[in-house]
C-alpha cells in the first residue's frame, strides 16, 4: 500500500481515455439497468426524456471524477502517489457521486412516495461503485496490457540492434577440439593449408596476421562453412567470401583476389568450382 503506482494510471492521455469510457459505460448502464427503479419514478415520460434527463445526472456525476482526477494530476506533480492515496482518491469519487445521487433522488421523488435517504444513500453508493469500478478495472487492465506490450518491443528493438551490432566471430580448434583462436568473421581472409596444419589468414588492426593450427582443411570445411560466408575454393584453400574484390578468369584459370594488400591470389579448383560459384552468386546479388 505504501508502494508507488504505475506511472501510466494518472498520464494525462489516460486520464482522458479513462474519464471519456467512464461516462459512456454510466450512461449505457443508467439507461439499461434503471438503477434504483428510476423509470419507475416517473412514469409518463418517453424513453427519449428518460435519456436526456440521465445523460445530465451523468455528465453532472462525472464532473466530480474530472475534479478529482484534476486534483490527482496536479499532486502526482510533486509527490510520488501511492496505492492508499491512489484508493483514497477513488473512495472519494464514490461517496461523492452516491451524496450527488441521492441529493437528486431526495428532491426529485416520486409523486406520493416519500423514500428513506439514507436506504437511497446506500443504493446509490452500491450502483456508483459498479459504475466506476468496473469500466476502471477494464481501463486498468488495458492500460497495464498496453504497459507490457510497449516494453516488450522496446526489448525486441534493443536485442534486434544488440544482434545487429553483434560481430560473428570463428571460432579455430585444433584436433584435439581445443580452441585455439577466434576471429571476427569480417576480419577473417582465407585459410590455406599444408598436410595436417591450417595457417589463418585474417586482419587485426588493418594488418595482415596468420596463425597457424593443427587441423585438418577438411574438418574446416565440413564445420565452419556451412552458416558463413567461408567457402572452400581449392583443396588448400577456404575463403571468406565477404572478402573477396574480384575474380578473374584466365586461360590458367580463375583466381580470387581479395580485399587485402600483399595477399596473393586465390585459384578456385574444378574440383570445387560448381560448389564454390553456387555460394559466390549467393553473396554477390
Known sequence: MNSKIPSYLYER??????????AIFALLFINIFQPFNSRGWYPNITDF??????????????????VSRIIMLRFSKTHELLYWQFGLFILVEVLSMSLFYTLFAKFFPRIGTERDIY?????SAKNTAWVLLLP?????????WREKNIMLEKLAIEENKTEINKKPM??????KGEIKISIVLENLLYVDSADNYATIHYLNKSKL???????S????????TKNSSLVRCHRSYIVNLDKVKVLRKTKEGIFLEMDAINTPDIPVSKTYYEKFMAKFSQYSV
Open 49 to 66: 426524456k428518460y435519456f436526456f434527463f440521465s445523460s445530465l445526472i451523468i455528465l453532472t456525476g462525472m464532473l466530480v471524477v474530472v
Open 170 to 175: 570463428i571460432a579455430f580448434p585444433d584436433e
Open 217 to 224: 582443411l577438411k574438418w574446416m570445411d565440413e564445420n565452419l
Open 13 to 22: 492521455s489516460n486520464i482522458n481515455r479513462l474519464i471519456l469510457f467512464t
Open 119 to 123: 436506504e437511497v444513500f446506500l443504493q
Open 209 to 215: 596476421s596468420h596463425y597457424l593450427i593443427r587441423n
Open 136 to 144: 476502471y478495472s477494464i481501463l486498468w487492465l488495458y492500460f497495464s
